[in-house]
């Protein structure tokens, strides 16, 4: 079975990018390439439960395992040592990535308090979208009694290399919040 955005994406997205930019060949239209979602607890390394309830709950959300991610060098200020776990990513691709896009679209971030839109200034040169998440809770997976710890997390989502434009329509279409200013 076939998400409801990838069919979204092939029926109406792509004619509608095609039509607005021009483009000769669909093979032209910019498409998602990976979402992925990481989380940097420093403490990570004094208190290796709190990062392990952090890769549950990661995993709840997106329905994969996550990857510990480990300190490249030290930082004696923050107290980490070099290969200490300071945090957990997923790279989600294929159908979990569109199921995982809907549920942030049209559930997750509209449970955000006083919500009124993602900024569309967080594209980087090549059309990738990163938003910064302060709560876990706006993920209906999240059980409030289970949690440890308030965290964070940054969630990137991967286009194909484009301009800023085609990669703002295409989320636009994608049902992204974006405020409008």
């Not at 079975?1 to 669909?26: A, C, Q, S």
């Not at 403490?43 to 997106?62: F, M, N, P, R, Y």
């Not at 509209?110 to 993602?118: K, L, T, W």
């Not at 876990?136 to 989502?157: A, W």
């Amino acid at each position: 079975m076939t998400p409801r955005l990838l069919d979204r994406y092939r029926n109406e997205i792509v004619p509608g990018i095609m039509e607005k930019f021009n483009f000769k060949n669909r093979f032209q239209v910019p498409r998602l390439t990976k979402i992925v979602i990481n989380i940097g607890m420093g403490e990570g390394g004094q208190d290796i439960k709190v990062l392990e309830s952090a890769c549950e709950e990661v995993a709840l959300i997106t329905g994969q395992r996550p990857v510990i991610t480990r300190a490249k060098k030290a930082i004696a200020n923050f107290k980490i040592r070099k290969g200490l776990p300071i945090g957990c990513k997923v790279t989600l691709r294929g159908t979990r990535m569109y199921e995982f896009l809907d549920r942030l679209t049209s559930v997750a971030l509209p449970r955000i308090r006083d919500f009124r839109g993602v900024s569309a200034t967080s594209f980087d040169g090549d059309g990738n979208y990163a938003i910064g998440i302060t709560e876990q809770f706006i993920f209906s997976e999240i059980d409030y009694d289970k949690v440890q710890k308030i965290h964070g997390m940054d969630i990137i989502i991967g286009v194909t290399p484009t301009s800023r434009e085609c990669s703002y329509e295409l989320l636009k279409l994608f049902g992204m919040p974006f405020k409008s200013d």
